[in-house]
């Protein structure tokens, strides 16, 4: 099973934008653990919302509006995605890259795959 790993970060918090170097050694060896199990397929952290846009559409039409997001106290500061044999496992390893951080949220979401959209048409036909 794939799940995508999202941290979120304070962007209010100069460090969650300027890791030290014993944080990028950390990270780097945890990265480098988990792609050696096989479990990761992908990676990358994100620049912060000031380089980036938000793009809503609604009844009314769309809009886009530069970042920063200030209405945001946590943005997304990057991804993971992994392999894994179950959530508990996606959960574990989100726990261990959390333990990396002061402070950070992960969101840990289950990514569809073929199988899974014949069994959301079979819901709600049902």
Do not use: C
Not at 86 to 107: C, H, N, T, Y
Request: net charge negative.
């Amino acid at each position: 099973m794939r799940y995508l790993m999202i941290h979120k970060l304070d962007e209010s918090l100069p460090e969650a934008w300027n890791p030290s170097p014993e944080f990028i050694d950390k990270m780097g060896a945890f990265m480098g653990e988990v792609q050696a199990s096989g479990a990761l397929l992908a990676a990358e952290g994100v620049h912060q919302s000031k380089e980036g846009a938000l793009i809503r559409k609604d009844t009314t039409g769309l809009t886009v509006t530069d970042g920063p997001f200030t209405e945001a106290r946590e943005v997304i500061g990057g991804f993971a995605l992994v392999e894994v044999a179950d959530k508990a496992e996606a959960i574990q390893l989100g726990q261990r890259f959390a333990d990396l951080f002061p402070q950070v949220s992960v969101e840990v979401r289950r990514v569809f795959e073929e199988e899974d959209f014949g069994a959301v048409a079979d819901s709600q036909d049902a």
